[in-house]
């Protein structure tokens, strides 16, 4: 069968090699969106493997339309780098890891980055070095907090959401906990009582823009916000505001709105351009580990054994 991948594999030992075996490969990672459309309709490949860390675009009406694609496999528990809505009214099957328990209870690469996260935003570690690499040597401007005795309010009490909840305690932390659907704490609770909070929830209705003026507002500690889940999840621009007037102490995210865009759009990374603010973002490399991207990318070529 004829497969299109346009997600990166060949870093990866062995990942490339059982592609190969369940078809013919064309092999495309950084296509865009417009080279794709066309590759689709003139190829009638049926088969496409993705993963939303190297994808610029939106897999939507515009890409698919006149393409033969049955099958979106994606190597990621998240889907919002896919039109599920188009997919399913088109018969388009998506397979997905997020209900792979076997595999992603073995895949702790996301919540060990958001500890990260949270250890380099409290104690200022990225604004403290580029200090250090102006030349400077003064410590006074980037003393942090130490970790033992904050509360961090967990919000999202899924696989990614315990497990951080482990690292904190480890470190000493109190834990609070707020899930959408499995109560938990009070959201009001963990927003006013929280030093540091940290989102571990997928993009759902309940959740998109939950961060936003109002839950803001709420928190009373001017906390740090972690985010390791979506951009949607927050409303970025009032989360700039928030660290402008104080609100919030900083802001560490793996994700942001614009991914599926133009990130040089983004307000949010013009905004993290001042080494001054507390903001630190990465280029959704949370779940980018040796171990975590090999083990993840075998078991999902290997669902092509299905068909």
Partial sequence: MKIICITQVKHLDGVYDLLEEFGNITYVPDITKEELKSTLFETKTKYLFTNPNKQSFILDEEVLKDSNIKVINTCSTGTNHIDMKYCKENNIEVWHL????????????????????????????????????????????????????????????????????????????????????????????????????????????????????????????KPYLINTSRGEIVYEKKVIEAIEEGKLSGYATDVITDEFGNIHNSKLVEFSMNPNRNVIITPHVGGMTWEGQTKAYKWAVRKFENI
């Fill in 98 to 221: 997020a209900r792979d328990y076997e595999l992603i209870n073995q895949l702790p690469s996301t919540a060990e980055h958001a500890f990260g996260l949270m250890l380099s935003l409290i104690r200022k570690i990225p604004m403290s070095f580029h200090s250090v690499r102006d030349g400077n040597w003064d410590y006074e401007p980037y003393i942090g907090r130490q970790l033992k005795g904050l509360t961090v309010g967990i919000i999202g009490y899924g696989r990614l959401g315990k497990m951080m909840e482990t690292y904190c305690h480890a470190f000493g932390m109190t834990v609070k906990i707020h899930d959408p659907y499995e109560g938990y704490d009070d959201l009001d609770l963990v927003l006013r009582e929280s030093d540091v909070i940290s989102l571990h929830v997928h993009v759902t209705g309940k959740t998109v823009g939950m961060i936003n003026g109002n839950t803001i507002k709420r928190m009373k500690k």
